[in-house]
Structure formats: structure tokens, C-alpha cells
């Protein structure tokens, strides 16, 4: 039997009104590169009935395989449900909501031929509100400083990966999931190609702030010991400061006779160290919170159904 040659893999997430175009493009445009090609959708648990309308492709179309999750786990779960289950020579991750033009994938598997392992789709020009791309801006620059990896902000998932990537990634089991910063750590011939963003049709995106920031912080404790380094930096720092400040009152009181003064500045003093110990102790707390998740060796994700698989 021959081989797959392109495998599409999209999580399903409040865009039910989308899947019937969603499949009408991608057929249309995977039909211009080869017919051997699969389709992967990943229910994420929806409230909406965006089972039943894949339950309907894939009852349609033999190429369109389906697997829908026993809860919500997540986008980037979802994600790694799907490439454990990709077969294609290449793997295409794109978003449900149109966001991501299907027709872009020529582009990138093109530029994928000249040789690279990984092309990433580079959006010219964002079709989302200044907040969101405000938020991922924010996001993305304190997630280059404590991880120490580059994240540009027209860069999301959609791209296209060579099988060889895509094994690798799916080595990656820890239980915090960032599908992207995966793919831009296993190393590998990468490449960047522009592409048209549409405007988002159909439902609204689920990362708000608040969500956001939960996953900078998830991210950060996960892939770097940054804050950690940085607490015992600012430990040392404020030893040093309070020796010198030690040392100035001794002196103060031998040379010049004045006593230390003061109990609203000591008080003061006392409340910040015990603010900061604390806020110390939290970031040390979250790493073995993360270590606590890790050696309970949990299931990434639970499948409840699958179809054409």
C-alpha cells in the first residue's frame, strides 16, 4: 500500500460552522499536490456538534479520519493527538477556523521541497483585533526572555513538518504541552514563507488574557530554570545591598555617634523581604508543582472514538 503523502492535522474547537468548508478547501487544494493525502480532525471536546458534522466526512470521505477526546485537554493536546496518529510523509498543523487559508499549504509544501525539514507559515499581515495581537506580542517576548529561543509574533502553528520532525516532537510526553516551541527546539532545516491571514469567519478564539498568561507562566516553568536563577541572583543582590547598608550604620554609630534610627523603614523593610521570600517561595513552589505532574505520569490525552483510523 502506498505511503501517505500529506497528512493535515486540525484541532476542533468552537468552529463547528466551518468543517464542511474546512474539508471543501483542503480537498481542493491537497488534490493539487496528491490524492494520497489524509485529513486528521481532533475533536476537543466542543460544545457544539462539531463531532457529529466529522462523524458526517468522514462517513463521506474515507480520507478524513476523526478522533474525538473524552474531555477538553486543550489546543496543543489536541495537536498531539493527531500527530501520534499522522502517517504522512509530511504533516500540516493549521487551526479550524479559516484563519489559516488551506490554500497556503501549496506555498509551503513548495518551499518545503527545496530541501527543509520545517517551513513555518509567516503572516504578512494579521486579520485579528489590536488586543489579541497586543496579547500574543507580549506573550511571545516574555516567553523569548526565560526561554532563550526565538518566537516571532506572525508565527503560529500552521506550517508544514517533515515525518522525521514530527517523530521527534511526539518524544516530547511532558505533561505542558506548546506545540510551536517544540518545533523550533528539535533543531532541523527550518524555512519561513509568507502567507495570507484571513479574518477569523466563523466563532471567537478561546485565549483571552487571562489564558494567556496562565500559559506564559506554564511555558516558562516547564522549559527554563530562568526565574529560579534569577531569584538566587536577586537573593544575593539584596544580601549585598543590606551588608553595605549594615556596614554604613556601624560606622555611622562609631565615627559619628548616631544610633540607628527608624521603625517605620525597619517595618517597611520587613514586609518587603517577607513579600519577596514568599513570592520566592511560590516560583519554587510551581517547579515542584511541575514535578509533581510529571512523575504521576498521567495520560496526555483520552480517546473516545475515533473513525477511519
Not at 468543517?19 to 457544539?48: G, M
Not at 516567553?143 to 508565527?155: A, P, Q, R, V
Not at 522549559?223 to 538566587?232: A, E, M
Request: glycine share 6%; with cysteine.
Amino acid at each position: 500500500m502506498e505511503s501517505v503523502k500529506i497528512s493535515v492535522v486540525s484541532p476542533i474547537y468552537g468552529c463547528k460552522e466551518c468543517l464542511f468548508e474546512l474539508y471543501d478547501r483542503l480537498v481542493k487544494t491537497l488534490s493539487q499536490i496528491t490524492d494520497n493525502f489524509e485529513i486528521i480532525l481532533v475533536n476537543d471536546a466542543c460544545p457544539q456538534a462539531s463531532w457529529e458534522r466529522i462523524v458526517m466526512l468522514c462517513a463521506k470521505d474515507a480520507r478524513v479520519k476523526g478522533i474525538n477526546l473524552s474531555r477538553n485537554f486543550g489546543q496543543h493536546y489536541a495537536i498531539t493527538a493527531g500527530l501520534d496518529h499522522a502517517k504522512g510523509d509530511w504533516v500540516v498543523v493549521m487551526d479550524c477556523d479559516l484563519q489559516d487559508r488551506p490554500e497556503e499549504i501549496i506555498k509551503l509544501y513548495n518551499k518545503a521541497l527545496d530541501g527543509y525539514d520545517i517551513v513555518f507559515g509567516k503572516r504578512v499581515e494579521r486579520q485579528d483585533t489590536f488586543l489579541k495581537r497586543l496579547g500574543s506580542q507580549v506573550f511571545n517576548r516574555v516567553l523569548e526572555y526565560f526561554t532563550e529561543t526565538k518566537h516571532d509574533n506572525s508565527i503560529a502553528n500552521f506550517g508544514i513538518y517533515a515525518q522525521k520532525v514530527v517523530e521527534t516532537i511526539n518524544r516530547y510526553r511532558e505533561q505542558s504541552r506548546d506545540f510551536l516551541l517544540f518545533a523550533q527546539m528539535v533543531g532541523f532545516k527550518k524555512a519561513e514563507i509568507e502567507i495570507e491571514h484571513a479574518a477569523r469567519a466563523y466563532g471567537s478564539s478561546s485565549y483571552n488574557l487571562s489564558k494567556l498568561i496562565r500559559l506564559a507562566i506554564d511555558s516558562i516553568v516547564s522549559h527554563s530554570n530562568k526565574p529560579l536563577r534569577l531569584s538566587i541572583q536577586l537573593g544575593f543582590f539584596i544580601a549585598l545591598i543590606s551588608l553595605i547598608y549594615a556596614c554604613w550604620l556601624v560606622i555611622r554609630y562609631f565615627f559619628y555617634h548616631t544610633p540607628a534610627e527608624g521603625w517605620t523603614s525597619l517595618m517597611v523593610s520587613m514586609f518587603f523581604m517577607f513579600g519577596l521570600l514568599f513570592a520566592i517561595i511560590g516560583i519554587a513552589g510551581l517547579y515542584i508543582g511541575k514535578i509533581f505532574d510529571e512523575v504521576k505520569r498521567r495520560p496526555l490525552y483520552i480517546i473516545q472514538e475515533t473513525i477511519n483510523l
